[in-house]
């Protein structure tokens, strides 16, 4: 199921993934309609190799907007994450989705301003 974007990569957090014990990137995302997502990059899996330019870009402090992805589906329902701090749910974006650069920005700031001043 298409995800609506565009996306600004809000954060990219290195982790160890507690599937396999591997390296891992959390992606966290956001749309002009303020939907929070996320999605779970473990680097040993091939769709590792869609995420590199976004996960480096964001590492070098880069504000980076991209869009052409889908949410996690199961049994047609799109899987969630809950969040205790906040005690709320948010959906889950596919990690074999592919995504389109849109824009890179000097900084996530710049970015923001950008990406939220174009809301209608």
């Known amino acids: 199921m298409k995800a609506t974007g565009p996306w600004l990569v809000a954060k990219c957090d290195f982790g ?21 997502t996320h999605s779970y990059v473990e680097h040993t899996y091939k769709n590792y190799k869609h995420w590199t330019n976004v996960i480096s870009c964001f590492d070098r402090g880069w504000g980076v907007t991209i869009d052409n992805l889908r949410y996690k589906v199961k049994d047609k329902e799109v899987q969630q994450r809950h969040i205790k701090v906040y005690n709320i749910k948010e959906n889950l974006i596919d990690a074999d989705s592919k995504p389109v650069g849109i824009a ?17």
């Not at 990406?115 to 209608?120: A, L, W």
């Open 16 to 36: 160890t993934s507690k599937v396999t014990g591997g390296d891992m990137t959390t992606i966290t995302m956001i749309n002009q309609k303020y939907e929070i």
């Open 104 to 120: 890179v920005e000097d900084t996530l700031q710049q970015a923001v301003d950008k990406f939220f001043g174009e809301v209608k």
